[in-house]
């Protein structure tokens, strides 16, 4: 069959075959690309964050006043390497 689909469950490791209509096959794929969207818009933030600078480097940054300029000027070009 063209719509018959084989699910496993992931808390009995039960294998059942259900069919779905393809109006559920295009909800299910309208929705799967909406939490990609979602996914993919917030994924800045997390490769930011690995290339930010830690927090011993803008403590350091406060402390002495003329890094202070560097330090922002890596932020900057984090943030332009990872838009929102």
Not at 11 to 33: P, S
Not at 67 to 72: D, M, N, R, S, V
Request: charged share 35%; aromatic share 6%; with cysteine.
């Amino acid at each position: 069959m063209a719509n018959e689909v084989v699910e496993t469950s992931v808390i009995t490791g039960e294998t059942i075959t259900r069919d779905y209509t393809q109006q559920e096959k295009d909800n299910i794929a309208a929705a799967q690309a909406e939490a990609k969207k979602v996914f993919d818009a917030s994924d800045y933030k997390t490769k930011r964050k690995s290339e930010y600078p830690s927090i011993d480097e803008c403590v350091h940054a406060l402390l002495d006043t003329d890094h202070l300029e560097a330090l922002q000027a890596k932020r900057t070009a984090v943030k332009e390497k990872y838009p929102k």
